[in-house]
Structures are given as structure tokens and as C-alpha cells.
């Protein structure tokens, strides 16, 4: 960006009523959320909670990974998003992302942390949307 394009832009009137700055906030709440959130996820979450979750083992282990890899996101994002900070959620997401079961115990773990992320997500509401 040029700086007359710059002075430009900064010498422009700006708004700061209430009505602006409520969709300021969401849309820069939403940028935030999508960080977080994206198309593998839902997949994931519908594959694991879906109507017929058959799963393969390497489908369990690449979708456990993109969980845990939301995680952490949601580690850094919800503390934006959500008032008051969801702490017993959180923590469970935490504790089930941490875990990495043995192969007969994966798909029932997967489903619980599907459960914990879901959790989450109706936390954020429309913001996760």
C-alpha cells in the first residue's frame, strides 16, 4: 500500500455508532472463530457423530490429529469468544485431546472428544457458524 493510499484511507470519516461497532466486533469475533473452525472439522465431526460412523484405523488416527490440531486453536480463540470462559468444557477438551488410547479404545475416545469440540461450538453460537 502506497502512503497516499494510505493517508487516503486514514483521512476518510469513520462511524462509531453502536450498530458499527456491534458489527465490527462480530466480524472480527467470526475472522477469529475461523481460525479455529473450517470445513475438515465439520467433516470430521460428521464422520465421528454421524448416523453411520464406520470409521477405518487410519481415518480414526487423521481425524484424532485434526481434533487435537482444533484444539489448540480453541485454546488460543475461545477465551475471545466466550463469556464467562467456559472452564469445565475447556479442560475436558483439553484432557481428552491429551490421550492417546490404544487402538481398541480410539473410536470410543474419538466420539468423546467429537462430543467435547461440539460442546465448544454451541458455546460460541452464531460465531462458530
Request: aromatic content about 6%; proline content about 5%.
Amino acid at each position: 500500500m502506497t502512503a497516499d493510499v494510505a493517508t487516503q484511507l486514514l483521512s476518510r470519516r469513520t462511524s462509531d455508532d453502536h450498530e458499527t461497532l456491534g458489527t465490527l466486533l462480530y466480524s472480527l469475533r467470526r475472522s477469529l472463530a475461523s481460525e479455529a473452525i473450517d470445513e475438515q472439522l465439520y467433516d470430521g465431526l460428521e464422520a465421528v457423530l454421524g448416523e453411520y460412523p464406520h470409521l477405518a484405523p487410519h481415518e480414526v488416527t487423521t481425524i484424532a490429529e485434526r481434533f487435537r490440531k482444533a484444539t489448540t486453536k480453541f485454546v488460543e480463540v475461545v477465551p475471545y469468544l466466550v463469556r464467562p470462559y467456559p472452564i469445565d468444557e475447556m479442560r475436558r477438551l483439553i484432557y481428552l485431546s491429551a490421550e492417546h488410547p490404544h487402538s481398541d479404545n480410539a473410536p470410543g475416545h474419538l466420539r468423546r472428544l467429537a462430543l467435547a469440540i461440539l460442546a465448544i461450538l454451541d458455546l460460541m453460537g452464531d460465531t462458530a457458524s
